[in-house]
């Protein structure tokens, strides 16, 4: 490996912010370069300021302890993996936390959702479970030669014609089946201890505890009465302040009710369950703040070998490339459709920003990211209405990259699983309940076999399966359709 070290804390800072400024610097929008118009005439200042606007416009919070809140939707899918590929691959921490915090930043103030950063589950699971086989220049050749794949595919339009082409009961199918498999394995990290570092269960969980059963039941039973079953409208109604003062006299005690009712649902449910875990982090640990050290980890350039790309390819990025494609392009693109209408996430622009994160992170050793239609689910249930949701997200990531770096994981290996579980759970069951919109018996039969085969072998295999059925049903019902006539 090659190392790039500074002899002060605010040495190894700089080479961060230039190398972030270097591989991040806004390009313009394929759209102005193929098809240019007369806006390409307009003066640089009110281009600049009209990108400035949008930027702070997607940025502004709908509600700060909403925004707040929704940010803490996807952590239950990313600290069990980062803290996984930590332990077992001595994967550096600091440097994925920075990268992944300007991933979150940059993509808040591209597309005004929370679109989530996610780690490439697939890669992840193959690492965890390969042994010393495959390790991190494996892990990043994967990530570059997935991102490699998305970014063609994105830049040459393909990507828009393959979501053009796919049918909306196999794209429900595939969340479907995420957000179950999301919600299966959170019933795991509750019932069960988990070796992270083996990937493995390691006995039944003990009902008290810091770490314990019950604790991770209050914390649900806490969401369910705060968030309910992920209501639009959360607490502070207009309607409830009519009803209020129509109250005066003789209906004190409802309007008390009513009052106590928006002040319980206006909680930052999964914010404050969050900081619980800490907390009690703290708690099984006391010496664990003493043991992390201060200052960002190294930058290094990893060193990647011809087998270790040959390995990479075909172990990791092979595997993980339908669920790229299906999941973290097309699912969530479509999610973000039914989510936020008005905002335009284009699956060619997505395509694009998951490949361009990889292509430069992976490099220096961060972790293989993508977008995902469970964090997104799971920002959006507990919050999440605006990119400011994931900057904020983002910035706490950049803080304790530059300040504790891979100490961190010190800390994360102390938080209460169960915790984590009740986040991970909630989240899948937000992504699954995006599905109810299937309009027939047909449409819900395609789905559902997509997704059950998906559970059962892969999100590909389940993929070409929903395919095939669609399509035979389709000639199904032309058949009957032309006899009839």
């Given at each position: 490996m090659i190392y790039f070290e500074s002899p002060c804390l605010f040495g190894k800072t700089r080479c961060y912010i230039v190398i972030l400024i270097l591989f991040f610097w806004p390009i313009p929008s394929m759209e102005s370069q193929f098809h240019p118009t007369m806006e390409n005439s307009e003066p640089a200042s009110s281009i600049a300021s009209a990108t400035l606007q949008k930027v702070l416009n997607n940025l502004a919070f709908r509600s700060k302890w909403s925004e707040v809140n929704g940010a803490m939707g996807d952590l239950g899918t990313y600290i069990p993996i980062v803290l996984a590929l930590t332990l077992a691959k001595d994967l550096n921490l600091g440097t994925t936390l920075i990268f992944t915090a300007v991933y979150n930043i940059l993509t808040g103030a591209l597309y005004g959702v929370p679109m989530p950063v996610q780690p490439m589950k697939s890669i992840?699971?193959?690492?965890?479970?390969?042994?010393?086989?495959?390790?991190?220049?494996?892990?990043?050749?994967?990530?570059?030669?997935?991102?490699?794949?998305?970014?063609?595919?994105?830049?040459?339009?393909?990507?828009?014609?393959?979501?053009?082409?796919?049918?909306?009961?196999?794209?429900?199918?595939?969340?479907?089946?995420?957000?179950?498999?999301?919600?299966?394995?959170?019933?795991?990290?509750?019932?069960?201890?988990?070796?992270?570092?083996?990937?493995?269960?390691?006995?039944?969980?003990?009902?008290?505890?810091?770490?314990?059963?019950?604790?991770?039941?209050?914390?649900?039973?806490?969401?369910v009465v705060v968030n309910g079953a992920g209501e639009e409208n959360r607490g502070g109604s207009g309607d409830d302040d009519d009803d209020d003062d129509g109250d005066n006299g003789g209906g004190g005690r409802r309007g008390r009710l009513r009052r106590l009712r928006r002040i319980i649902t206006s909680l930052p449910s999964?914010?404050?369950?969050?900081?619980?875990?800490?907390?009690?982090?703290?708690?099984?640990?006391?010496?664990?703040?003493?043991?992390?050290?201060?200052?960002?980890?190294?930058?290094?350039?990893?060193?990647?070998?011809?087998?270790?790309?040959?390995?990479?390819?075909?172990?990791?990025?092979?595997?993980?490339?339908?669920?790229?494609?299906?999941?973290?392009?097309?699912?969530?693109?479509?999610?973000?459709?039914?989510?936020?209408?008005?905002?335009?996430?284009?699956?060619?622009?997505?395509?694009?920003?998951?490949?361009?994160?990889?292509l430069v992170g992976c490099w220096f050793g961060a972790m293989p990211c993508c977008h995902g239609a469970g964090g997104l689910a799971g920002q959006y249930k507990f919050g999440g209405r605006s990119g400011g949701s994931v900057a904020i997200l983002g910035a706490a990531k950049l803080v304790l990259g530059l300040v504790v770096g891979s100490s961190l994981a010190k800390l994360l290996n102390q938080f209460p699983v169960g915790v984590l579980g009740v986040l991970l759970l909630f989240a899948g069951l937000e992504l699954a309940m995006a599905c109810r919109d299937m309009a027939s018996k047909e449409e819900s039969f395609v789905m559902l076999l997509c997704a059950a085969v998906s559970l059962g072998s892969s999100a590909a295999i389940g993929f070409v399966c929903g395919i095939v059925v669609y399509l035979l049903l389709r000639l199904r019902s032309k058949d009957q359709s032309s006899s009839v006539a």
């Open positions: 992840a699971a193959v690492a965890i479970s390969s042994g010393s086989s495959f390790g991190i220049p494996e892990i990043m050749a994967a990530g570059i030669c997935t991102s490699g794949v998305l970014f063609l595919l994105g830049v040459t339009g393909l990507m828009e014609m393959v979501y053009r082409l796919i049918p909306l009961p196999v794209v429900r199918g595939v969340q479907l089946s995420q957000g179950l498999s999301f919600a299966m394995t959170a019933v795991k990290y509750i019932k069960k201890e988990q070796n992270f570092s083996e990937g493995k269960s390691s006995g039944e969980r003990h009902w008290v505890g810091l770490d314990g059963l019950l604790l991770a039941l209050v914390c649900a039973g806490f969401i999964a914010f404050i369950v969050f900081l619980l875990g800490v907390v009690l982090a703290i708690l099984r640990r006391p010496n664990v703040v003493k043991e992390m050290k201060v200052g960002p980890s190294t930058i290094q350039i990893v060193k990647i070998s011809k087998h270790a790309w040959k390995e990479g390819f075909i172990n990791g990025a092979i595997p993980q490339l339908p669920l790229s494609v299906l999941n973290s392009v097309i699912a969530v693109c479509k999610l973000s459709s039914d989510l936020f209408p008005a905002k335009n996430c284009s699956v060619t622009s997505v395509s694009v920003t998951v490949g361009l994160m990889n």
